[in-house]
């Protein structure tokens, strides 16, 4: 995996060896900041990369200019390589990593304000729906934030419900919806 653009452009990221994460394609990454560099200006911006895995795309938002860029990864083997991958841009002062679960840092009631949100769960995890809920009911972005959340097509039937919206993108299996908070 490696960093599409920016300051950081062409550095790869180390991934974590374990079952529990499913690294985002770069193709999909690509994909998703091509995007989102038509609607946003990344200079300056405060970003969140929930259920964050390596950290690639939070660390896309960094190299592309996000301020400030919090990762929430609650498993603490994979949240080593985050920090290594953290450590190993020299990007520490402007990070911050959260050892919790999603579901679990949604709720919080006393929290930062972010202008973009990254989410890439687990495929078949199901608790992305509860915390889309919890981050909109509880005002984690900002009044022109964007929560980005990549799914599979094997989970559209019930996103589609869950989420009551229709995806923005499919790319090769994946499947992108946008959120906002208005």
């Not at 690509?30 to 609607?39: A, D, K, R, T």
């Not at 953290?86 to 050892?99: A, H, P, Y």
């Not at 709720?107 to 989410?119: F, K, T, W």
Request: positive net charge.
């Amino acid at each position: 995996m490696r960093i599409i653009s920016g300051r950081f452009k062409g550095r790869t990221v180390k991934f974590p060896k374990s079952k529990l994460v499913r690294p985002t394609t770069d193709r999909v990454k690509e994909s998703i900041f091509n995007y989102l560099s038509n609607i946003i200006d990344f200079g300056n911006i405060k970003a969140c990369d929930i259920y964050a895995g390596s950290g690639s795309l939070g660390l896309e938002a960094l190299s592309r200019g996000a301020a400030l860029v919090h990762f929430v990864e609650k498993d603490f083997f994979v949240s080593k390589v985050l920090k290594e991958n953290i450590e190993l841009l020299g990007v520490v002062d402007c990070t911050q990593i959260f050892r919790t679960d999603a579901l679990r840092f949604s709720s919080q009631n006393s929290h930062e304000v972010y202008d973009l949100i990254l989410a890439d769960p687990p495929f078949f995890k199901d608790d992305i729906h509860k915390v889309v809920k919890k981050i909109m009911a509880n005002q984690f972005l900002s009044d022109t934030g964007i929560m980005i959340v990549e799914r599979s097509v094997q989970t559209y039937d019930k996103d589609k419900v869950e989420f009551a919206c229709e995806p923005i993108k499919k790319v090769g299996d994946s499947l992108i919806y946008q959120f906002t908070f208005r």
